[in-house]
């Protein structure tokens, strides 16, 4: 009777231990598991309870909601980062397309055919530097390549900017009466004027 009593004890201890185990440490990282799927579909809302008995499970789901809360901030940048460059695209592109339909005008006169023509030159270098900033900072934040840096006249990089942009303040019937003071710093040119 003591040995069957001995083995019922210790096959309840041992369930109780079990059950103590599974509730403790297997459950959370069932949780982390299943939350961690959710993540990787894209769901950056998921926030665990970091109260536990057990202090690496406490520390492990505030890993967790660390991450996650970081891969939400990668996520909006990307998605302003998109947004950005598809905006910047269209200012020059707009610019381009604007200038072609002028040209063709029947009626166009020799010296306004030359000026539309530089126009149209100047909005296709400013749309072929715009992919080639991109490409140029996407190396620097993957190969941490060293930018170029000069001196640079920021006052005419304003003006250019100005003059690149003319069509759409045109339309707007807005009129520029600006007067810069020189001012020189060192930096990269084209990623500057891309700023302006």
């Known amino acids: 009777y003591i040995l069957v009593f001995l083995i019922i004890l ?3 201890i041992s369930a109780l231990i079990t059950t103590y185990v599974g509730l403790q440490i297997i459950h959370p990282i069932e949780t982390l598991r299943d939350n961690m799927t959710k993540v990787s579909a894209g769901d950056f809302s998921i926030k665990l309870d970091a109260e536990h008995k057990i202090d690496e499970v406490s520390q492990l789901f505030n890993d967790f909601n660390l991450m996650v809360h970081e ?3 990668l996520n909006a940048l990307q998605h302003d980062f998109v947004a950005t460059v ?3 695209f269209k200012t020059p592109l707009a610019t381009i397309q604007g200038y072609a339909q002028l040209l063709q005008d029947p009626d166009i006169d020799a010296d306004t055919l030359k000026d539309l ?3 149209l030159i100047n909005a296709t270098q400013q749309l072929t530097q715009l992919t080639d900033n ?4 996407t190396k620097i934040e993957h190969q941490g390549i060293n930018i170029e840096r000069k001196p640079i006249r920021v006052d005419e990089q304003i003006r250019q900017a100005i003059l690149i942009l003319q069509p759409d303040w045109e339309q707007k019937r807005i009129q520029f009466n600006i007067i810069l003071d020189r001012l020189t710093v060192i930096g ?3 990623l500057l004027q891309q700023v302006w």
């Open 71 to 73: 891969l939400d901030g």
């Open 117 to 119: 023509t530089k126009r």
């Open 188 to 190: 990269n040119e084209e």
């Open 134 to 137: 991109i490409l140029k900072l």
């Open 10 to 12: 210790s096959g309840m």
């Open 86 to 88: 598809s905006h910047e």
